[in-house]
């Protein structure tokens, strides 16, 4: 027998706690006083079983957990296999078609972060009708000549609502395609909310467009700083706010919350203020999430773990700030742990554990 090539040991020194965690296999295996890791160290490139050292019931837990294999097992090339088998299950059912439309690079900001702020060269302002046209027919052959039975459309920028009628036109004629072959359609739109009036978003309803992004990058204060908007520098925040607030409640509209170090501390703020704003949880429509969001200043990153340690902070923050506002028991979210209880401070320990070694937890807050 041999060590697998996929273990991985995981210490925190907090709870004085430790584990392999086999990435082969996915599979975990606590390893108190290093007991396992040492008896493999000892054993070099032979691992056999050895009782004075560790049962027969111990050694076979490491074999059916993957920590330890035969030596005649290549997990390199297993592990290729497998996904070659995956590629061509994909390639063989082939069956959905998912597209990223463009209409424009444009953009009504002027974020530092965001390489859309920066000069686009004439002719690539706007999507050109011949190049609508070829999205259109490559959606129409790929139906006919390759099966497909399901169609997604995001829209993406620039801001994309620059240019509605591209939006609108494309979708329509989608649309009609889809109808036409029985085909399942879905689209969904990322836009900075500046032009998320309440009669665009009825009119992107009306053409299938059924999910919203919209980013904030803090409360008023940092926001109108950061995602700049040359035009009104002063009401950029409130005009998006007073748009989340009056959107047609048909359209899902998750708002990004992006956060570095120069705004994390601000972001309870901003969570306060769709509160009083009456946005969330208010409306039923609406849900927020934290993004990391990466600067070429290399100092106002957030690492994996800060992020992790942070978005936890603000899980918690959301769900006292959700159950002060639902009173009632039925209305109350109930918060996952991993270690089985409700503590805070253990919830805490765990990120940090796990954000250690490069895992985390995303958490999605809506209105039930």
Request: proline share 2%; net charge positive; aromatic share 8%.
């Amino acid at each position: 027998m041999k060590e697998s090539n996929y273990n991985f040991y995981i210490t925190d020194s907090e709870d004085n706690l430790r584990l392999i965690y086999n990435a082969f296999k996915n599979t975990l295996v606590r390893d108190d006083d290093c007991n396992i890791q040492n008896y493999i160290s000892q054993c070099k490139r032979d691992v056999q079983y050895h009782p004075d050292t560790i049962s027969e019931k111990n050694f076979n837990s490491l074999v059916s957990s993957g920590i330890i294999v035969s030596n005649d097992m290549d997990e390199k090339q297993i592990a290729i296999d497998i996904n070659k088998k995956r590629l061509e299950k994909l390639h063989q059912k082939n069956d959905s078609l998912s597209l990223v439309i463009t209409p424009t690079l444009q953009c009504n900001f002027k974020c530092s972060y965001c390489f859309e702020s920066t000069a686009i060269r004439k002719g690539e302002e706007v999507l050109s009708m011949k190049v609508q046209d070829d999205i259109i027919d490559f959606i129409s052959k790929s139906i006919t000549q390759n099966h497909i039975k399901e169609v997604d459309i995001k829209w993406y920028g620039g801001e994309p609502l620059l240019h509605q009628q591209i939006i609108f036109s494309m979708q329509q004629k989608i649309i009609n395609l889809c109808k036409l072959f029985n085909v399942k359609f879905s689209s969904d739109i990322v836009t900075n909310g500046l032009l998320l009036t309440p009669e665009t978003s009825k009119s992107l309803y009306e053409y299938g467009i059924k999910k919203a992004q919209v980013t904030i990058d803090g409360p008023e204060i940092i926001h109108n700083k950061r995602r700049f908007y040359p035009a009104d520098p002063i009401n950029n925040y409130k005009i998006i706010l007073d748009n989340l607030l009056k959107a047609n409640e048909n359209i899902h509209i998750n708002v990004r919350i992006n956060i570095d170090q120069t705004n994390k501390d601000l972001i309870f703020s901003l969570i306060d203020d769709l509160i009083k704003r009456k946005i969330w949880p208010y409306k039923k429509n609406v849900s927020i999430y934290m993004a990391k969001v990466f600067s070429d200043n290399r100092n106002i990153n957030l690492s994996k773990e800060e992020f992790a340690i942070f978005e936890d902070q603000a899980r918690l923050y959301l769900t006292k700030r959700y159950n002060e506002i639902a009173k009632s028991e039925k209305a109350k979210l109930r918060v996952p742990d991993l270690r089985g209880n409700q503590d805070d401070t253990n919830l805490n320990r765990q990120v940090k554990l796990v954000a250690g070694n490069t895992v985390s937890v995303s958490f999605r807050w809506e209105h039930k």
